[in-house]
């Protein structure tokens, strides 16, 4: 059984920064796509930020240019670096490889 488990949410002030984690039970050299999406209150989730093992990246418009995703195969782990966040960034963040969902983790932007 794979496990996905995300780490590092956590209330950070408007502005603020946040990394988040994602460690793997498995190798994920082979795994092609991984990325992070998130779901606020009363909202359906959404994308956020993709990789893949070529390196090739996608993030929301919403997100592009305040959020790096990355990946580290050797550790079985993926991340997300948020920076300047907002308000709006407030969500539970899932991390996801194709047919497998970590049980999220709890980001609040709030003063």
């Known amino acids: 059984q794979v496990q996905l488990v995300e780490s590092g949410g956590g209330l950070v002030q408007p502005g603020g920064s946040l990394r988040l984690s994602c460690a793997a039970s498995i190798s994920i050299f082979r795994i092609n796509f991984m990325a992070w999406y998130r779901q606020a209150p009363g909202k359906e989730r959404e994308f956020v930020a993709s990789?893949?093992?070529?390196?090739?990246?996608n993030y929301s418009d919403s997100v592009k240019g305040r959020f790096t995703i990355s990946r580290d195969n050797d550790k079985n782990t993926m991340d997300l670096q948020m920076n300047s966040l907002k308000p709006e960034d407030t969500a539970v963040y899932y991390c996801f490889y194709p047919n497998y969902w970590g049980q999220g983790t709890q980001v609040t932007v709030s003063s």
């Open positions: 990789i893949a093992r070529g390196g090739s990246i």
